[in-house]
């Protein structure tokens, strides 16, 4: 049975993954901190999913399952980045209300959080592959190619 067979499971199972498709879209959009990295983000979903949409059940589930833990990362990361920017602007206004503060302090502040964005957040998207993950050749030139792609949204060149 695929995403495109087996009736009622059938539908439950497109439901689930358009779901979590558009799920993952808004994430990137609400979150990611470039529009290079959305576009990429955006392209490789759709990739992925346009792949797997003939997956057999058991595949499609695992599939979406990994995707889920995707979407909770982003969710996760993006909102402790927001956070931070707001502990961050609460902190800078405080510190400017009091005449005692040094204009030093204020800069460096400015700076750090300057920096901070230019990097994307201090908080950094994405996570280590387990050391017991084995990769076969095609898995390992698709990372290979997404991290170029990832750099290159990034402004790292690559």
């Known amino acids: 049975m695929t995403f495109l067979q087996g009736g009622k499971k059938k539908m439950q199972t497109r439901t689930r993954a358009l779901s979590l498709y558009k799920s993952i879209l808004r994430a ?15 392209a490789y979903v759709k990739s992925e999913f346009r792949l797997h949409k003939n997956a057999k059940s058991e595949q499609a589930s695992m599939f979406l399952v990994e995707w889920e833990k995707y979407l909770e990362h982003i969710e996760r990361t993006g909102r402790e980045n927001q956070s ?3 502990g961050m602007a609460d902190h800078q206004r405080r510190q400017e209300h009091q005449l005692h503060s040094s204009q030093m302090q204020i800069a460096e502040q400015e700076h750090q959080q300057q920096q901070r964005r230019q990097r994307g957040g201090s908080l950094f998207f994405g996570r280590d592959v387990s050391n017991d993950v084995v990769f076969n050749e095609d898995q390992v030139g698709q990372l290979d190619k997404l991290r170029e792609e990832a750099s290159k949204a990034a402004g790292n060149g690559g």
């Open 84 to 86: 931070i920017d707001v």
């Open 28 to 42: 990137h959009d609400r979150y990611l901190p470039s529009q290079s990295m959305k576009q990429l983000g955006d």
